[in-house]
């Protein structure tokens, strides 16, 4: 008997609902909260008067949420959108950011991201990093010692190239770019940076650099690796 009232009873529900024209809408629960892909403490460096940028689950629809940005654990006023970003990074804005994403069903807190800024000439754009353990996971082309040192593209230069390195720990590096004689011609980095994947762009007209072969060169404590770049204009 059950079995034959069941159907009859969804049926009426459901015609109900639709003689009522009403929608329902299906929310998800947000299940991570991520700060430009960092899934634990992520120091991020930016130079003083470059624009100011942190993105939560980047690439992600996060229309659903509600969203609250928090500076040093203070809610931060009007910051709700996927992005939290400032024309100018000054220092006023160096501090410990999350983010917290929530529904009617749950909210989810970020881990939190470290922000520095500092004056420099130069910007480094560290991709990940949290332990030695999870760079060498990932990257198969760590050289011994934790440090790797890639090839810059595009090569031969025109204008513009990218160069991309690896630590496997917090370490004070440098790199910079010598001419056959062994001048330098441009300081890339000298800071202490996080492990990690870092990439560092350099405009060749900024250096006055002309059409010859140059060498990039990245040290570290107890590291040194040298690669060649032919400029080409």
Same mark, same amino acid.
């Given at each position: 008997?059950?079995?034959?009232?069941?159907?009859?009873? &969804?049926?009426?529900?459901? =015609? #109900?609902?639709?003689? /009522? @024209?009403?929608?329902?809408?299906?929310?998800?629960? !947000?299940?991570?909260?991520?700060?430009?892909?960092?899934?634990?403490?992520?120091?991020?460096?930016?130079?003083?008067?470059?624009?100011?940028?942190?993105?939560?689950?980047?690439?992600?629809?996060?229309?659903?949420?509600?969203?609250?940005?928090?500076?040093?654990?203070?809610?931060?006023?009007?910051?709700?959108?996927?992005? &939290?970003?400032?024309?100018? =990074? #000054?220092?006023?804005? /160096? @501090?410990?950011?999350?983010?917290?994403?929530?529904? !009617?069903?749950?909210?989810?807190?970020?881990?939190?991201?470290?922000?520095?800024?500092?004056?420099?000439?130069?910007?480094?754009?560290?991709?990940?990093?949290?332990?030695?353990?999870?760079?060498?996971?990932?990257?198969?082309?760590?050289?011994?010692?934790?440090?790797?040192?890639?090839?810059?593209?595009?090569?031969?230069?025109?204008?513009?190239?990218?160069?991309?390195?690896?630590?496997?720990?917090?370490?004070?590096?440098?790199?910079?770019?010598?001419?056959?004689?062994?001048?330098?011609?441009?300081?890339?980095?000298?800071?202490?940076?996080?492990?990690?994947?870092?990439?560092?762009?350099?405009?060749?007209?900024?250096?006055?650099?002309?059409?010859?072969?140059?060498?990039?060169?990245?040290?570290?404590?107890?590291?040194?690796?040298?690669?060649?770049?032919?400029?080409?204009?």
């Amino acid at each position: 008997m059950f079995r034959r009232i069941l159907p009859l009873v &969804l049926l009426v529900l459901t =015609a #109900s609902t639709l003689m /009522a @024209g009403q929608v329902v809408r299906i929310i998800p629960a !947000p299940r991570t909260a991520q700060v430009d892909g960092a899934t634990d403490l992520l120091i991020k460096r930016m130079p003083e008067g470059a624009p100011f940028l942190l993105t939560v689950n980047k690439d992600q629809d996060v229309s659903y949420f509600t969203i609250k940005w928090f500076k040093d654990g203070v809610e931060i006023p009007g910051a709700t959108s996927q992005e &939290l970003a400032y024309p100018i =990074a #000054s220092a006023d804005l /160096a @501090g410990v950011y999350t983010v917290e994403l929530s529904s !009617p069903c749950a909210s989810v807190m970020s881990k939190p991201m470290h922000v520095i800024v500092e004056e420099r000439g130069f910007q480094v754009n560290t991709e990940i990093t949290t332990s030695d353990d999870a760079v060498a996971g990932r990257l198969h082309e760590i050289a011994e010692g934790g440090y790797a040192l890639r090839e810059c593209q595009p090569n031969p230069v025109t204008d513009q190239a990218k160069i991309e390195f690896v630590t496997g720990a917090a370490a004070p590096v440098t790199l910079k770019v010598v001419d056959l004689n062994g001048n330098v011609v441009a300081t890339l980095v000298n800071d202490v940076l996080p492990a990690g994947e870092h990439s560092v762009s350099i405009n060749t007209r900024d250096h006055n650099m002309s059409n010859a072969l140059y060498y990039y060169v990245l040290t570290a404590p107890g590291y040194t690796a040298t690669k060649p770049m032919m400029l080409v204009k």
